[in-house]
């Protein structure tokens, strides 16, 4: 004990803390070089051995074993392997490129399987409709199943670099100067190891898992949103051409028109999903902004969704649908977080779905949920999007009936809807769009029964005579 | 290249690569079980535990699910004569192994435990069962079920990337064995070669047996290949 405290002061003045400093990020280095260049050689090795046809078959073999066998065999061994190989090919090659490689190689493995995983997630139908438009494998690969499989495929694969960085310690076996070779190396000149191993540990833990710590910016003001000016472009096209309209607490506004008049761009440009080009969205007196992700995800923070497609985890129980966000993400209090799930559970009347999973739910009970999920966040405002069109007419009710219900309770809420009936029922104020603008907006009452413009006649007497 | 590949020396000693891989997997079960009470442990407590211990356990966790494993048994290693301890390479080896898989474990099992209902511990309680009780006859059969895949395959990770780490500090395991024999007679590339095919044979012998523990005894269908 008393030796480490002679020798601290003396290890951490010294060049010892820039000397691992350098070997940190000589780490770093090596195995974002790895990763990368795996993660690349992993899509093709994917992409192989989705050949189809009897003459790949070998091919295929040589990819599934290639993934098995390297996660099967311990990285060091790996190492052993690829330090003799290249140095009896080319003996003047360096260690880091020999370290690079071995990184690489077992990087291929690990994240073939995190890729493919994404692009099973894509549904078949997407792939079948592309090659019903004759689209070869590769244009249906890069241009439709890619760009879907995405966002399921990035976030493990960083997952997987962001724990790899603790198995390169490894590599300094053979002798490349990164952050535990030094450590040795240090220890071997006389210093404790407890002083030299503890401080290397204590930084990276320090460093690894600062990754996600976000501050709770939540802020119990008065939900008022004024949407003024608001433009989206989807490439070229302008699919918001200047929208306004404002929401008073406990408000419901219902926006209604034609498929393609831009209802559900406006609720997803609220959330971000959709990138706003013009116009200021104001919430509770603050502007958002939508410029950062940071602001983005601020703006999340206060709204929440609801899609068509119910998009329930399927993995998880109802309980944990609604329980992952408010735990993991906002970090609440448990006992406070599964309680508010039970009372919205009880609110749209699934009390006792509380453990099923949604493949054992119906499309209804599946929205509901989703219902209770969106609202287990405490948002400022709930966004509904087109909630009952993807289920059967006899279910349509159940969910509209938890709706009412949360209109009762004083939510404030935008509704995309078809059901014209209902959002006569409980919106405040209707709001009737046409090819990205808004055409009339009022009462229910006044747009139902005596529209102005010969737009909002036409579409609302075509819907009423069916 | 002009570089021969002789395999006859590697095959002579092929008896000494078994006991190697006899250890490896012994080190393996014994890290993986000690690291399963550890993380039962960590779990409940994380679970059921007051407050302060609740911090003991994340902080344990997150200091050692974000360090490397190499890092944490040098640190025993090198770091523990210091202040007096004299373990074994082996010892130092195991005790690293079972901390390290001791905090995966945790969170694998802390998964399992927030899957079982409420209702079924509410039950448990008004039959008057003990907290110990609760957990040997609602929870653990639940998370027997419903995580076993996971901890099949983290036990592959145990056996396989775990108990490598040994070969560094001078552990006669199975890699440490191929550095052994092969620094004898500088047949590197031969050694490492029947050495990999060793690790991928043993670790397809321990998933089977685990496909078949986990079909007889906890009647789950687990994929493991």
Known sequence: MERILEQAPRFFSGPNLTLLFESAMLTLGMTLAGCLIGFGLAFVLVFLRQTPGLWALPLRLVCITYVEVFRRIPFIVVIYLVLFFIQTVTPDASLFTIAVIAICLYAVAYTADIIRGGLESVPATQVEAAQAMNLSRLQTNLRIVLPQAWPVIVPPAIAFAVSFIKDTALVSQVGVFELTFRGKELNNQGYSGILVFGTIAFATSFYLSRSVFWANTWRNALPHLAVSDVRAKYGSLEVLKGISFSIEKGEIVALVGPSGSGKSTVLRALMGLTPITGGDVDLAGERLNYSSSREVRAARDRMAIVFQQYNLFQNMTVMQNLTLAPLKIKRWDRAEVEAEARRLLGLVGLSDKIDAYSDQLSGGQQQRVALARALALKPQILLLDEVTSALDPELVGEVLDAIRKLAAEGMTMVIVSHEMGFVREVADKVVFMDAGQIIEAGTPAELFDTPKTDRAQNFFSNILRH | ?225
Not at chain 2, 62 to 82: K, R, S
């Open chain 2, 1 to 225: 290249m002009n570089y021969r590949f002789q395999f006859g020396v590697v095959w002579e000693n092929f008896p000494q690569l078994l006991e190697g891989a006899w250890l490896t997997f012994q080190l393996g079960v014994f890290a993986f079980a000690g690291g399963a009470i550890a993380g039962l442990l960590g779990a409940a407590i994380k679970t059921y535990g007051p407050w302060p211990l609740r911090l003991l356990v994340d902080t344990y966790v997150v200091f050692i699910t974000n360090t490397p494993a190499l890092i944490q048994i040098y640190f025993l290693y090198f770091g523990l004569p210091e202040v007096g301890l004299r373990w074994s390479n082996e010892a130092c080896l195991l005790i690293g192994l079972t901390l390290n898989a001791g905090a995966y474990l945790t969170l694998i099992l802390r998964a399992g435990f927030i899957s079982v209902r409420v209702t079924e511990i509410e039950a448990g309680q008004t039959l008057g069962m003990s907290l110990i009780q609760q957990i040997r006859y609602i929870v653990m059969p639940h998370i027997a079920k419903s995580i076993y895949p996971a901890l099949a395959n983290f036990f592959i990770v145990v056996l396989v990337m775990g108990t490598s780490v040994g070969a560094l500090i001078g552990v006669d395991e199975l890699t440490g064995q191929a550095i052994n024999l092969s620094s004898v007679n500088y047949r590197w590339l031969e050694y490492f070669t029947v050495v990999a095919g060793m690790y991928v044979v043993l670790t397809f012998i321990a998933s089977i047996g685990l496909a078949l523990l986990g079909r007889w005894v906890f009647r789950v269908k687990a994929r493991i290949f």
